[in-house]
């Protein structure tokens, strides 16, 4: 059944912060439950608490929008990184489709930022076919040309340092974060990339450089933007058919076109982060859809709000660490990794063989035990590396929750958070699509020059 759309979104801080201190009450009893459960020993009561307080969160951020919805998205992504399992399963819900807001909001921002002149030369369906944390998507008609209006919702942009102080405050309330300062790199660095992506001029910018720096002739298609009707709060782009990359009708391609799909994906990740040092952090499946044709597939890459520029020192060293984790040589991860930030000299050795288990056990499809025939995956055989049967990412956080809760190591540096979250995202596409690639050759291209 679809959701009920929102007729007012709450955009003021008092109204917000009102919200979620609700939420913190509420889940103040949930995290007392818990925290009585931990100490009898009870887990599953325990666990039912945790995934209590959580539900509640997840419900009023899908109402909020904006900043803590996002947030509470990211969380749930690279949450494995200091959230019990419990947490991040109900966060993932906030990956789905967003309840939408009722079109006589977005028609004010519309006509705010666009005119009523210009607003007369579009033919925009009102139905929104994408509803997401920051703003909603329509497909509309201008000049005869199919578009899509990327519409932020109103008055978000405004609520962001509040709001993450707010989300902070209320996961230590709750109990769900724990109490330690350590995570405030963290904070920091989702309101700084939440302040960039509530910019469409920056995006639209950014979107006509990446289609400038990807070969026409590749397997690529980044829409081309329409800056006479964009603005701020607004992005209108040319509409680009396809499906969803994870829509089940492609898992109907043969294995050789999955796995050039692939292939295409991972070297536009590669681009990104090892030559342009401009990371697109957000791999989501919604941010990718293929243009399905006997004549080749073709990747589209739709979304560049949540943009990363990587420092050179960074990448130069991250380059160098993978290489080593490729080649199984421990001592030159461990250097590396300090030199990175993920580890420091006072670490003891459990720590540090922590860290190189999880170096290696996220470049397992690309170990040389894996490696396919051919760079691109159109040669395979059952002996290449199967993505949906391996549970790379599981197997990950299952890691990085050690490091955290058992080893008490600190989150990853700041340039790592979202880089890791995409990679996340990416091996998580790669398992839906099923898969059967060992990109090693294509991945030592890029580390070896």
């Given amino acids: 059944m679809p959701k009920k759309p929102i007729k007012q979104l709450k955009t003021s801080t008092w109204e917000r912060r009102l919200s979620m201190v609700g939420v913190g009450i509420k889940g103040s009893i949930f995290a007392a439950k818990y925290a009585l459960a931990k100490a009898n020993q009870s887990t599953p009561l325990g666990d039912s608490a945790l995934f209590g307080a959580a539900e509640l969160f997840a419900t009023e951020l899908d109402k909020l929008k904006g900043s803590l919805h996002k947030a509470g998205q990211l969380m749930s992504v690279f949450g494995e990184f200091f959230l019990p399992p419990e947490v991040t399963k109900v966060l993932e819900k ?5 309840t939408p807001i009722e079109w006589s909001q977005i028609e004010k921002s519309l006509i705010r930022n666009l005119g009523s002149e210009t607003l007369k030369e579009l033919e925009i369906d009102r139905t929104p076919f994408a509803a997401a944390s920051m703003g909603q998507v329509y497909r509309a008609k201008y000049r005869g040309q199919n578009i899509v209006l990327k519409v932020q919702y109103p008055g978000i942009d405004k609520s962001i340092v509040s709001d993450i102080q707010t989300l902070k405050l209320l996961f230590k309330i709750t109990k769900i974060l724990p109490d330690s300062e350590a995570f405030q790199g963290v904070f920091d660095e989702i309101k700084a990339m939440l302040i960039r992506e509530t910019d469409y001029n920056l995006e639209r910018e950014t979107m006509e450089l990446m289609r400038s720096k990807l070969p026409e002739k590749g397997p690529w298609i980044i829409p081309k933007t329409y800056p006479e009707l964009s603005s701020k709060r607004i992005l209108a782009m040319e509409f680009i058919p396809g499906v969803q990359i994870n829509d089940p009708i492609l898992l109907q391609l043969s294995q050789e076109r999955r796995n050039l799909i692939a292939s295409a994906l991972l070297e536009s990740l590669f681009n990104e982060l090892f030559d342009w040092r401009l990371i697109q952090s957000d791999a989501h499946p919604g941010n990718y859809l293929v243009q399905i044709s006997e004549a080749g597939d073709k990747l589209v890459l739709l979304d560049y709000g949540a943009m990363r520029k990587l420092p050179e020192k960074f990448v130069s060293q991250f380059k160098k660490m993978s290489l080593a984790a490729l080649n199984h040589d421990k001592d030159n991860v461990i250097k590396f990794g300090k030199n990175l930030e993920y580890l420091r000299d006072e670490d003891d050795e459990p720590a540090e063989k922590i860290f190189f288990d999880i170096c290696c056990k996220s470049l397992t499809g690309f170990m040389p035990e894996n490696e396919s025939a051919s760079i691109d995956g159109s040669i395979w055989s059952k002996n290449d590396f199967h993505w949906h049967e391996n549970h790379v990412v599981t197997h990950m956080a299952g890691l990085a929750s050690n490091a955290i809760f058992k080893a008490k190591m600190r ?39």
Avoid: H, N, W
């Fill in 94 to 98: 906030l990956q789905a489709q967003s």
């Fill in 411 to 449: 989150p990853p540096p700041r340039e790592a958070i979202f880089l890791d979250r995409k990679l996340a995202g990416i091996f998580a596409i790669l398992s839906r699509l099923q898969v059967i690639y060992g990109p090693g050759k294509l991945l030592r291209r890029y580390l070896e020059t």
